[in-house]
C-alpha cells in the first residue's frame, strides 16, 4: 500500500524556491506553494497541475509537515517571528546562505567566517520546531540541471540534529532527484553552505556522485 507524501511548503518562489518545487513535482511529489507575490504562486499552481496547490502563507505552513522558507538569510529571523505560532512542531529546511554581493563581482559572508546560517537560526525557530540544512548545497541552475541525473545520481548534502526527521527529509531529497547525503549535525552545516568545503560554490567546486564523495571524505 502506498504512503502518503510527507506534505511540503515552499515560501518563496524565487529561483531556488521554483527549483525546488520544479524537481518535486518532476519526482510526483505534491507541493503546497506561498509567495508575496501571490499571482505567481497561482501561475506556478497552474502550470504544475494537480500536484501543486497554491495558498496563503499561514494557511500553507499549517497544512504542511516540512517548511522550506526559500528567501533570504537576512529575512528569515522576521519570518519565524512573524508566524512562531504556525511553525511550531514542524519541520522547517533552511536553504538560505549568508552571503551579499562584495561589491567586485563576487560574493562575501556577512556573518562571521566561522559562523554558518544553520547554526545561527537553530537558535530563532520555535523550540519544538527542527532546523535541517538542504537544499542550498546547490545553486538554482544545478538544482535542476543536476536532478535526476543517470545513471548515477547527484549527491544533495544535508545536515540535521534531529535523526527523527531524517526519513522526512531524505524522501523529500529523493523525490527533487539526488541521492540524500548526511553530513552530521546543524554544527556541520558550514560545510555545505557557501565557501564550504562540500558546497558548489566552495572547494568542491561542482556536483558529485555517492562514489565521489566517498573518495573526497577519504582524503581529506
Given at each position: 500500500?502506498?504512503?502518503e507524501?510527507t506534505k511540503v511548503?515552499i515560501?518563496?518562489?524565487?529561483k531556488?524556491?521554483?527549483?525546488i518545487a520544479?524537481n518535486?513535482?518532476?519526482?510526483?511529489h505534491?507541493v503546497i506553494?506561498?509567495?508575496?507575490d501571490?499571482?505567481k504562486?497561482?501561475s506556478?499552481?497552474?502550470?504544475f497541475?494537480s500536484l501543486?496547490t497554491a495558498?496563503?502563507?499561514s494557511?500553507a505552513i499549517k497544512?504542511?509537515?516540512v517548511?522550506?522558507p526559500?528567501?533570504?538569510?537576512?529575512s528569515?529571523?522576521?519570518?519565524?517571528?512573524?508566524y512562531?505560532k504556525?511553525l511550531?512542531?514542524?519541520i522547517?529546511?533552511?536553504?538560505?546562505?549568508?552571503?551579499?554581493?562584495d561589491?567586485?563581482g563576487g560574493?562575501?559572508k556577512i556573518?562571521?567566517?566561522?559562523?554558518?546560517?544553520?547554526q545561527?537560526?537553530s537558535?530563532?525557530?520555535?523550540?519544538?520546531a527542527?532546523l535541517i540544512?538542504?537544499f542550498?548545497?546547490l545553486g538554482?541552475?544545478?538544482l535542476?540541471?543536476?536532478?535526476?541525473?543517470?545513471?548515477?545520481?547527484?549527491v544533495?548534502?544535508y545536515?540535521?540534529d534531529?535523526?527523527?526527521?531524517?526519513q522526512?527529509?531524505?524522501e523529500?531529497?529523493?523525490?527533487?532527484?539526488?541521492?540524500?547525503?548526511?553530513?552530521?549535525g546543524?554544527?556541520q552545516?558550514?560545510r555545505i553552505?557557501v565557501?564550504?568545503?562540500?558546497?558548489e560554490?566552495?572547494r568542491l567546486?561542482?556536483t558529485?556522485?555517492?562514489?565521489?564523495v566517498k573518495g573526497?571524505?577519504t582524503?581529506s
Amino acid at each position: 500500500m502506498k504512503t502518503e507524501s510527507t506534505k511540503v511548503a515552499i515560501i518563496g518562489l524565487g529561483k531556488i524556491g521554483e527549483a525546488i518545487a520544479t524537481n518535486l513535482v518532476k519526482g510526483k511529489h505534491p507541493v503546497i506553494l506561498s509567495s508575496r507575490d501571490s499571482e505567481k504562486a497561482k501561475s506556478l499552481e497552474k502550470k504544475f497541475g494537480s500536484l501543486a496547490t497554491a495558498k496563503e502563507t499561514s494557511a500553507a505552513i499549517k497544512e504542511a509537515d516540512v517548511i522550506i522558507p526559500a528567501i533570504y538569510f537576512n529575512s528569515l529571523k522576521e519570518f519565524f517571528q512573524t508566524y512562531s505560532k504556525e511553525l511550531e512542531g514542524k519541520i522547517i529546511v533552511d536553504v538560505s546562505n549568508p552571503i551579499a554581493p562584495d561589491g567586485n563581482g563576487g560574493f562575501k559572508k556577512i556573518i562571521g567566517e566561522h559562523e554558518s546560517a544553520g547554526q545561527t537560526l537553530s537558535s530563532l525557530i520555535p523550540k519544538s520546531a527542527k532546523l535541517i540544512k538542504a537544499f542550498g548545497t546547490l545553486g538554482a541552475a544545478s538544482l535542476v540541471g543536476a536532478a535526476f541525473s543517470s545513471p548515477e545520481r547527484k549527491v544533495l548534502f544535508y545536515a540535521s540534529d534531529s535523526m527523527n526527521s531524517n526519513q522526512q527529509i531524505e524522501e523529500i531529497i529523493s523525490s527533487s532527484g539526488f541521492d540524500p547525503f548526511h553530513v552530521g549535525g546543524i554544527d556541520q552545516s558550514i560545510r555545505i553552505e557557501v565557501f564550504g568545503d562540500l558546497h558548489e560554490f566552495g572547494r568542491l567546486g561542482k556536483t558529485v556522485t555517492r562514489e565521489e564523495v566517498k573518495g573526497i571524505l577519504t582524503n581529506s
